[in-house]
């Protein structure tokens, strides 16, 4: 069962940084493309960031230069937060487009609230 699992999200103050973690079953084949997105209360879900089978990195203009996304080890890829703003304030979900299955997985999701 393909499964994506985010961790790192919670409240941090406006300026601080937060590291938020995705972590995705060994399953999944032919990875085109790994990012995050976002959803605010009352708000569709938009893009954050990124990060092709290339690491070629696509990231929202709200966001660049202080948020970075990145593959780690054993199945997993990051989204470094530094600088957050109270409009960084969403759940956040991890995404994989797999190749093989031309399918987009999504994780459940994690709170990140940021406090002015």
């Known amino acids: 069962q393909v499964q994506l699992v985010e961790s790192g999200g919670g409240l941090v103050q406006t300026g601080e940084s937060l590291r938020l973690s995705c972590k995705f079953s060994?399953?999944?084949?032919?990875?085109?493309?790994m990012g995050w997105y976002r959803q605010a209360p009352g708000k569709q879900r938009e893009l954050v960031a990124t990060?092709?089978?290339?690491?070629?990195t696509e990231y929202a203009d709200s966001v660049k230069d202080r948020f970075t996304i990145s593959r780690g080890f054993a199945n997993t890829f990051h989204l470094q937060m530094n600088n957050v703003k109270s409009d960084d304030t969403a759940v956040y979900f991890c995404?994989?487009?797999?190749?093989?299955?031309?399918?987009?997985?999504w994780g459940q999701g994690t709170q990140v609230t940021v406090s002015s």
């Open positions: 990060i092709s089978n290339l690491d070629n």
């Open positions: 995404t994989i487009r797999s190749a093989w299955t031309e399918k987009d997985y």
């Open positions: 060994d399953i999944i084949f032919d990875i085109e493309r």
